[in-house]
């Protein structure tokens, strides 16, 4: 017998009286309130099924209630709950050398975080130590995190509303975003090379000895998948060898094999510096990111004290998770199986733009993708520009009420719609889900111009 029962306005009214919404507007919310959840779906209290197309923030990788987890964490709560970062635990050694054994290049060493954000704070503070420099370059349409220095080194406009609070000393530069070319290229690898050729002026421009790091995503999430050609993201690491300047992967969303490998710079043959990883690492089970360095940022801290500190690094539970999360991702081959996956959404989402005028582009790799909608095919008017705001949100709002509606839960944002569903879906599943994107794009279709 429950001692005290919660009906459902109760739980809202004190969730909408007591805590605050991230990025949202506070008057007028109508969170759901979810109860249960396995697999690819979750059900909220009504009891309605909603599919879970993005993995709720692209972290869900291996779907939810997995028993194998709570197991290992529970065990791990009985055993030693928690240590301060000086002293170690068994699930700290193995969850760090499983990283090596994975990572790309020579990264050997990690610290451990909190979340995505923390670990590109010290990801930037890292790099400027060690290289004595103080600029970062980064790209316009990205997003690193929500603190200070992660929310400047992002060129997501959620900044500009804190924009005097800003980390200094970023420098921002146009995406090879080549379905929205800057420089209006004809061709995917002109794009690429004026992007390239743009970044090196830049360099110039700032002092590439001013310059600590370069930081970009591992492949673009948030910002609408925006892919990088082939090429671009090795020119941009030779770049910064020719300069000593450090290169940053931030792996926090195309980590953990959601872009088929398991980090989206394996994608294009990079070895980073330093890499920064959260959500997949415990695939949303419990809070947890990472910092990986390179040898040779690792050793120069053998002799002098490394200047990072969080009173939860390295904690024992999260940490657990993360062991029993890898090994999920490892017996069920879940890396492979989104790059397969990634091959079968392509297959189908072509054959959706036949249908739906309103898709103008589809952008995927492995597990990760973006339908882009637009008003109109030839002259890409997009259903909601960039920033878009409420009233300009219409068409878009409707289409997410309708995928709601429909049950399916994915991130929609201005014009991109994700299709990121958990490594875990079946071809079934994806089928599904897909079939109720086609219908709800029947409404974007009709504001077609
Ligand atoms: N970096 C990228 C690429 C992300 O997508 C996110 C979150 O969406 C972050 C960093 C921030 O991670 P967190 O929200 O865990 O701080």
Redesign the pocket.
């Known amino acids: 017998e429950p001692v005290l029962t919660f009906e459902r306005e109760e739980i809202v009214a004190n969730n909408l009286k007591h805590t605050l919404f991230s990025w949202q507007k506070q008057a007028g919310l109508k969170p759901l309130v979810i109860d249960k959840a396995e697999g690819v779906y979750i059900w909220d209290m009504n009891g309605k099924r909603y599919l879970d197309f993005s993995s709720q923030?692209?972290n869900m990788n291996i779907g939810h209630g997995r028993p194998e987890i709570a197991e290992a964490v529970y065990k791990q709560m009985q055993e030693v709950s928690y240590v301060y970062p000086g002293m170690v635990t068994k699930v700290r050694g193995e969850l760090a050398k499983k990283l090596a054994e994975v990572a790309p290049g020579n990264l050997t060493k990690t610290f451990f975080t909190l979340?995505?954000?923390?670990a590109?704070e010290n990801a930037i503070k890292l790099a400027r130590l060690h290289t004595g420099r103080h600029k970062i370059v980064a790209l316009y349409q990205?997003?690193?995190?929500?603190?200070n220095g992660?929310l400047a080194a992002g060129g997501d406009p959620r900044k500009l509303q804190v924009d005097s609070q800003q980390m200094p000393n970023v420098v921002h530069v146009e995406n090879p975003y080549f379905y929205r070319c800057p420089w209006h290229s004809e061709t995917e690898e002109k794009c690429r090379d004026h992007a390239l050729e743009h970044l090196e002026r830049v360099v110039g421009y700032e002092g590439p000895g001013n310059i600590a790091a370069v930081i970009m995503?591992g492949e673009s999430?948030?910002s609408g998948c925006i892919k990088y050609p082939k090429g671009y993201l090795k020119k941009v690491k030779q770049l910064c060898e020719k300069h000593g300047i450090l290169f940053i992967a931030?792996e926090?969303?195309?980590g953990f094999g959601r872009t088929g490998k398991w980090f989206g710079v394996q994608n294009h043959d990079v070895e980073p510096d330093l890499l920064?990883f959260?959500?997949g690492a415990t695939a949303g089970y419990l809070?947890l990111?990472g910092l990986m360095v390179s040898d040779e940022i690792a050793k120069a801290f053998d002799d002098k004290p490394l200047p990072l500190g969080l009173t939860y690094s390295a904690h024992p539970v999260t940490c657990a998770a993360g062991v029993a999360v890898m090994e999920v991702y490892e017996k069920e081959n879940l890396v492979a199986r989104a790059a397969e996956l990634g091959n079968y959404i392509e297959v189908k989402v072509a054959e959706l733009m036949q249908k739906h005028q309103s898709i103008g582009d589809f952008r995927n790799t492995g597990l990760l993708g973006c339908l882009e909608l637009v008003k109109n095919r030839e002259t890409k008017e997009p259903m909601a520009p960039w920033n878009a705001n409420a009233s300009e949100m219409s068409v878009m709002n409707q289409v997410q009420a309708k995928l709601y509606e429909l049950g399916m839960y994915t991130m929609v944002r201005w014009n991109f719609v994700f299709i990121a569903p958990p490594l875990t879906v079946t071809e079934a599943q994806i089928d599904e889900g897909l079939a109720i994107i086609s219908e709800a794009l029947k409404i974007a279709d009709t504001a077609c111009k």
């Open positions: 923030l692209v979340g995505g954000a923390d590109i990205s997003y690193h995190g929500s603190t992660a995503e999430g948030t931030d926090v969303m195309s920064c959260a959500k809070p990111g």
